[in-house]
């Protein structure tokens, strides 16, 4: 099998899994939603802001935190002690892009999560927030324990990006609309996609 060739099966690997991930990943949505009670409280601004802020704590200590712990943990027990000298496993390196992907993607899921809370402005709409952290954390594990499997696995993971990026337009939309009404929220939503469709045309 040729080098091309391989890429593409695990591309095609890593394109089902995230087919499964998405479609377990809507599925826990729709239970944290109908399980958890509306939120006390949320008709201020400030309590959101609070809401969203534990959110992201909790998702910050589970998925960054641990990131850098596995990392420190590898590199205190063995001979990549030295970050300089090479000595570094599979593993460590897996880990050590589990941590810069987790970073990238926690600056992306802040913004995106008080966006959300500054927009669910009731208890039953504020469940959103909540849904949205879980899914997020889970499906951060997904990708960092499917990347030690292999590289098409860590698209176990790609339903996290997805949250963000679902989150975020939304509250691009928002935005718009506070600004130009209908006519706002509309085009801060296609031109954000005319941006990701040249993306795509220029890397094909």
């Keep these: 099998m040729t080098q091309a060739s391989d890429w593409r099966a695990q591309r095609r690997r890593g394109m089902v899994a995230i ?3 998405v479609a377990i990943s809507i599925a826990l949505w729709d239970a944290v939603i109908r399980v958890l009670p509306p939120l006390a409280g ?18 910050t200590l589970f998925c ?13 027990q063995s001979n990549a002690f030295d970050p300089l000298a090479g000595h570094e496993t599979a593993r460590l390196r897996v ?3 589990y941590l810069q992907n987790t970073l990238e993607q926690t600056v992306v899921f802040a913004v995106a999560l008080f966006g959300l809370a500054l927009y669910r402005d009731s208890g039953e709409a ?8 879980v899914i997020w954390i889970l499906n951060r594990f997904a990708f960092w324990i499917g ?15 997805a949250v963000s990026l679902i989150m975020l337009l939304y509250v691009a939309a928002r935005i718009g609309n506070d600004i130009a009404g209908t006519a706002g929220a509309v085009g801060a939503v296609v ?6 469709a040249v993306l795509f045309w220029k890397t094909r």
């Design 126 to 133: 504020m469940r959103a927030v909540v849904a949205a952290t």
């Design 147 to 161: 990347y030690h499997h292999s590289a098409a696995m860590r698209g176990l993971g790609a339903p996290s990006m």
């Design 42 to 59: 949320m008709d201020s601004v400030g309590a959101r802001m609070i809401v969203a802020l534990k959110c992201l704590a909790m998702a």
């Design 95 to 97: 880990n050590l892009r």
């Design 19 to 21: 087919a499964v991930s």
């Design 191 to 196: 031109l954000y996609l005319a941006i990701e």
């Design 64 to 76: 960054l935190v641990t990131g850098v712990e596995a990392i420190a943990h590898e590199r205190l």
